[in-house]
């Protein structure tokens, strides 16, 4: 009876180490399950990552769309009348000016130059001021010539400024000599004479 007893009390006893065991199994079982949503979430981040290294790597010439002034209508307001390129992407180097009572804008210097070349006859010519964004005239323009800030359509840098102080200053954190338009345009035009 005695031998029963302890028999019964190792089954019972087994059997409560076999229920305690399943437990313990799910419990492992969610621990891994766990450190798979992190990783998926690591992951997340992961793939989030990559979408902002292009914001990272910016240009220096773009603007946000609410800061760019675009003085040409219709569908192609947005893009360079000489190359077709996008002059919110584009916009510290935006040139304009009017041609027949027109609003032309270009993205460059050189897109102007080239239309010019071509005999446009361009009136009231206007760049923009790389500080305060607005359109100057470009006869008020302090032009930062051969800096290292990349140029549009151009091997030399071209970045206008109203203020001569803040042309310094652009001039000793990227290096270029500070001229007028006239030298600058002159400038653009040795992108045609190669
Ligand atoms: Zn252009």
């Known amino acids: 009876m ?18 305690i065991t399943p437990e313990v199994k799910t419990d492992k079982k969610t621990a891994p399950a766990k450190t798979r949503v992190e990783k998926s979430e690591a992951q997340k981040t992961m793939q989030k990552h990559p979408m902002q290294k292009p914001m990272m790597h910016k240009m220096f010439q773009s603007v946000d769309k609410k800061d760019a002034i675009l003085v040409q209508t219709g569908p192609n307001k947005e893009h360079c ?9 584009f916009y510290k180097t935006s040139h304009a000016a009017k041609l027949n009572g027109k609003n032309i804008q ?21 760049v ?4 305060s964004l607005k359109f100057i005239p470009v006869t ?14 151009s091997p030399v840098s071209k970045y206008a400024f109203k203020n001569l102080d803040l042309a310094k200053a652009f001039q000793k954190k990227h290096g270029g000599k500070i001229v007028d338009f006239y030298s600058a345009w002159q400038e653009a035009k040795k992108d045609f004479q190669k």
């Open 2 to 19: 005695f031998k029963l007893l302890i028999s019964s009390l190792t089954v019972l006893l087994l059997a409560g180490c076999q229920n």
């Open 81 to 89: 009348a000489m190359c077709g390129m996008n002059l919110i992407k």
């Open 106 to 126: 270009y993205c460059s210097l050189h897109c102007l130059t080239e239309h010019i070349n071509e005999g446009a006859e361009l009136e009231n010519p206007m």
């Open 128 to 131: 923009v001021d790389v500080d």
């Open 140 to 153: 008020e323009a302090f032009y930062v010539v051969g800096s290292d800030v990349p140029e549009t359509m």
